[in-house]
């Protein structure tokens, strides 16, 4: 086992494992409990009672977090005529069609998110093998296979996250840095938990949210108390 480092090792004094904090409480000690020099990222972890190989529980979407994410997200459209130009007036970082394709065909990579028209879809159906690993690929789910391409570059650079479950019914969002007032955070955690909620399957069984935690890149997990939202 990795021996712990004595900065994460005093960290975790601070952190009661067997506690579930209230959500303003566990974001104060997260940032508390930070050590990384650089701002870090702010990450929060559901477990859920469903089961992803059933498919009515695979929960996918996206959502604007209202205080964004300290991060600015590089968008690449897939589009054509009027829809490149409105891609580009909204602030796409890259705009093209077949061009692009044949750029990621080749190994470029220099963007976070993808946005793509319907009618685009055949073209870049072809990188689904590269760009489904990277989690790359443009979903109607996530917003982004929409004809409404200003929208869509809107919200990606407005703070817009997308959630989904993992095999063992995990899920992982970041909501924002370390440098975030705590309110922010808050604010942020509260538009993932509340939205979450809505999601939940009418088919999931028992205890729905089983645990969640919030974290910093490096810093300790701290238990959060689903009744303090």
Known sequence: MAKKSKKLQ?????VDATKAYPVTEAIALVKETNFAKFDATVEVAYRLSVD???ADQQIRGA????NGTGKTQTVLVFAKGEKAKEALAAGADFVGDSDMVQKIQ???FDFDVIVATPDMMAEV???GRVLGPKGLMPNPKTGTVTMDVTKAVNEVKAGKVTYRVDKAGNIHVPIGKVSFSDDKLVENFKTIHDTLLKVKPATAKGQYMKNITVTSTFGPGVHVDQASF
């Open 10 to 14: 005093d960290a975790l004094k601070k």
């Open 106 to 108: 080749g190994g470029w």
């Open 52 to 54: 992803p190989k059933k």
């Open 125 to 127: 159906g072809r990188l």
């Open 63 to 66: 959502v604007v977090l209202p």
